[in-house]
């Protein structure tokens, strides 16, 4: 099966990225560093879905931790011609209803973008991250992949909702859907980021903006000046923290463990050498960099105080509006050139989705567009989301 | 010239929790074998998070009060990098923006008169766990992972190594009286930042850390030995001073440096974004105050006033489940002596017989009331009192009904008691005899058979007096 890293039943109808544990199935996060190692216990969002008698199918490829583009750099997958992410393809093809995955750093929402899925990152606190593979605590959120904004909604409705095992849960109720009237709502296009993607992509969103109007949804093009201050930002805070959570990965206690050291540093040394990818490298010296002693006011320190200002610039930003309309990656299809250079390519790409992770507000990718929008406010976007997809029948 | 120390202390204690701090796992009391107090929480595998334990953020606010510390409303906890394998995570949970208490003062009584200690700051943080060595493996036990900790850091305001052990000593009796820890060898741990100056100096010496040191003897010695080193190198320039970080030897009595790469480490620390802030509000400050325990001094003179022996004072202050329980069953009526003694002697001769210690007393206030009335009260005698609290404390029966069953409570009159004497003394002719030939001992025998004979009811007293009588 091309999309699974393993394949666990004929009966299945939810693929679970291997971002997320599932009792006794390795659990890895593409990467080597965690070869073999098998949970004990399955994620918090999975349990909930088998307890109302949903079958997981397997876990499907992902890159390693999350970090790359679409899912092209996994330990356990040939690199794929087409650059398409596993999850993403299983819903598009139909083999899989739905799919969960964790979006850290947007993967998750580019290669749905991209293979014409819908995804959503719900609110930070929504859905318990306990069972995920954690990298960036603060802004990564297990999020949900399906055909449709209604698909989105009726597995939302089973994962959502507060989980003691996770100190960052949010103790509210919730009850999503795609159907509530959207006439009369206001979206805006923010034009920096429509300004970075290629004409196919303009196209895309122009074309979304007519299909809005068609739902009786005012839209208009709003200037949101500081982007790349957010992506930036979230880029320090996001591998300082995955460069802390995989250090836990030493090749002491579980998954791969390099052979031939001599001593403790050797086999910390050789092991995560060998078990670790280029990109999950980069991140690491990154992450040490903004966290180190003479850097950590500078980089880390201020990315916090950052963290606020956009959170507070984007609240000022979408008072007047509903939602937020942008893309979700520059372009329809990535090639080998972008893999060639994949750290620089994901901190571009990443301009798109940063702000969602960083301030933890809802982001829905639809129609290979993005809806970003105010806190808890995730049924305003599978409804506009599901106005449009309704046009498009 | 003469010479003034500078001692700083950084105190790690374990705090008695039923758990870890993160995790559901038993406190650090509860292992029995290595990696038996283990789950993929405080293995570091990955899926969990960690969840606080609310105990643990008590017991360190109530230290701080302890401690005449101000409690942090708002308090967080950070990540500390560092490899070791005894560390899972290769984090440390721990605190350093927003410690849970600061600015803190202990007073103390040395042989110099009253000395003040500022306390800097008191915070939490989770234990690592340790590696064991057999010959040229190494393999490492996770049991201690995630058990709670405080570190209790003072400001330099030592100057001897007497006030140094004066410190550790009432922190030890407070601890434990206060059910916070139980400051034994292990889990108490103390690093000591130590320089020296001539005396009138305002400006610090070159400062050495001696790392890890868990026993006060220890602790002592390492001082004494560090500032005549110092005095040395500054008198007769022996060596050249320089700051760094040293260990101390038990065997040969002296500190090392220990190797740079150890010490000079930058653990690059930052928020921990799995944990969210803590808030005491007012109503949980107001509980947590609520349950403090009183203040050392105060307690041990209400102890005295209830004619309570200094001995038996300092047992009771040093055993937190002891002082409870005897509060409470004070509370409950009790008088305070007798219940010392069925606390102090009765109960910790059970345990005694079962291997254990009065520290592993576990009893409830309830019971154990119960108990002393009924003897107090003559409804029993002090010996089936024995028996009923031996089968409350190993089977954990209810006192009320065990009497019943075992009809301790029977009453019988003197007429029975005498025809009961009379047949034994007919039925035991020979220790009579015994007796009459003035050996004593005959007569506790006869004593015996006629309780053994009454089944274990009566007053052994009257019972005496009436046996002497009868035998002139
Ligand atoms: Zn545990």
């Known amino acids: ?283 690491i010296l990154y992450g040490s960099d903004v966290l180190s002693k003479h850097r950590y006011d500078d980089c880390y320190g201020k990315g916090l105080k950052v963290r606020r200002v956009v959170a507070d610039r984007f609240a000022e930003l979408i008072e007047k509006y509903d939602a937020a309309l942008m893309p979700a990656t520059s372009k329809m299809s990535y090639e080998a050139y972008d893999i060639s250079k994949a750290f620089e390519t994901v901190f571009k790409e990443s301009v798109f989705t940063s702000i969602a992770n960083l301030i933890g507000v809802p982001a829905l990718v639809s129609g290979g567009v993005q809806l970003m929008g105010k806190q808890f406010d995730e049924n305003v976007l599978l409804s506009i989301a599901g106005c449009v997809e309704k046009e498009g029948e | 010239m003469k010479y003034e120390l500078v001692i700083g202390l950084e105190t790690h204690v374990e705090l008695n929790t039923e758990s870890k701090i993160f995790c559901s796992c038993g406190g650090h009391s509860a292992s029995q074998e290595p990696n038996d107090c283990v789950c993929p929480a405080c293995s570091g595998m990955p899926g969990m998070l960690p969840v606080m334990n609310k105990h643990v953020v008590e017991l360190a606010a109530t230290a701080g009060l302890l401690l005449n510390c101000e409690i942090s409303r708002y308090t967080t906890f950070d990540k500390k990098n560092y490899y070791y394998p005894d560390l899972p995570c290769a984090y440390q949970i721990t605190q350093l923006n927003h410690p849970i208490c600061t600015n803190g003062l202990v007073k103390l009584k040395t042989s110099e008169g009253e000395r003040d200690i500022r306390i800097k700051q008191i915070h939490m943080e989770e234990d690592a766990g340790k590696l064991v060595h057999v010959g040229k493996a190494s393999y490492v036990d996770f049991n201690r992972t995630s058990v709670p900790l405080i570190e209790i850091v003072t400001q330099p305001d030592f100057r001897s190594a007497e006030e140094v052990v004066v410190y550790l000593n009432k922190l030890k009796t407070m601890f434990r009286a206060g059910g916070i820890s139980d400051c034994e060898l292990g889990t108490m741990r103390c690093d000591v930042n130590i320089s020296v100056r001539p005396e009138g100096s305002e400006e610090y010496g070159v400062r050495s850390e001696i790392k890890n040191m868990t026993s006060f003897e220890s602790i002592e010695r390492a001082i004494r030995y560090e500032a005549q080193r110092h005095m040395d190198a500054i008198e007769f320039e022996t060596e050249v001073l320089v700051q760094e970080t040293r260990r101390f030897d038990d065997v040969t009595g002296k500190t090392y440096a220990m190797r740079n790469k150890e010490t000079e480490a930058d653990y690059r620390y930052f928020p921990d974004a799995n944990l969210m802030p803590i808030i005491i509000d007012d109503e949980w400050f107001e509980e947590i105050k609520a349950n403090m325990p009183a203040a050392i001094d105060e307690k041990a003179d209400e102890y005295r006033a209830a004619g309570i022996s200094e001995n038996e004072i300092e047992m009771i202050i040093d055993n937190h489940n002891v002082s409870t329980l005897l509060d409470a069953v004070v509370e409950m009526g009790c008088d305070p002596k007798s219940a010392v003694g069925w606390i102090l002697t009765e109960c910790a001769g059970v345990l005694r017989k079962n291997g254990k210690l009065i520290k592993d007393l576990d009893i409830s206030a309830e019971k154990m009331a119960a108990i002393i009335k009924m003897v107090d009260s003559g409804d029993i005698n002090r010996m089936n009192g024995r028996k009923t609290l031996t089968a409350v404390l190993e089977e954990d029966v209810d006192p009320a009904a065990y009497v019943k069953e075992n009809g301790f409570d029977k009453k019988v009159d003197t007429a029975t008691i005498e025809a009961i004497m009379d047949k034994v003394l007919a039925e035991n002719t020979q220790a009579l005899e015994d007796f009459r030939n003035g050996k004593v001992k005959a007569k506790q025998a006869l004593f015996g058979a006629c309780m053994r004979e009454l089944k274990g009811i009566g007053d052994p007293a009257v019972i005496r007096e009436m046996l002497d009588k009868k035998l002139g």
């Open chain 1, 1 to 283: 099966m091309k999309y699974y890293a393993e394949y666990l039943s004929d009966a299945g109808t939810i693929a679970v990225d291997d971002t997320l544990l599932v009792k006794g199935a390795q659990a890895a996060a593409g990467s080597r560093i965690l070869e073999g190692f098998k949970p004990l216990f399955s994620a918090e969002a999975v349990d909930r879905l088998e307890a109302e008698g949903y079958v997981i199918s397997g876990k499907t490829h992902v890159g390693e931790f999350g970090l790359d583009l679409v899912g092209e750099f996994s330990y356990y997958a040939e690199k794929a011609e087409n650059l398409k992410g596993a999850a993403a393809e299983a819903v598009a093809d139909g083999a899989a209803e739905a799919a969960l995955a964790v979006d850290m750093n947007g993967a998750a929402r580019r290669a749905a973008a991209i293979s014409g899925v819908d995804f959503l990152k719900p609110t930070y606190g929504t859905v318990s991250r306990h069972g995920i593979i954690s990298c960036a605590a603060s802004g990564e959120q297990v999020g949900v992949y399906a055909k449709d904004a209604e698909g989105v909604a009726k597995i939302m409705n089973v994962i959502a909702g507060h989980d003691e095992k996770d100190g960052t849960s949010l103790k509210k109720e919730y009850s999503f859907a795609a159907d509530e009237a959207v006439s009369g709502k206001r979206v805006c296009i923010i034009k920096e980021l429509a300004e970075k993607a290629d004409e196919e992509v303009k196209a895309k969103i122009a074309a979304y903006a007519e299909a809005l109007k068609k739902c009786g949804v005012e839209v208009e093009e709003v200037s949101f000046d500081i982007c790349d201050a957010a992506n930036t930002t979230w880029q320090i805070l996001m591998t300082a923290e995955t460069c802390n959570n995989v250090s836990r990965y030493d090749g002491v206690k579980f998954g791969y463990r390099a052979s031939g050291y001599k001593n403790i540093d050797e086999l910390y040394v050789k092991t995560r050498t060998e078990g670790f990818n280029f990109l999950t490298k980069s991140v």
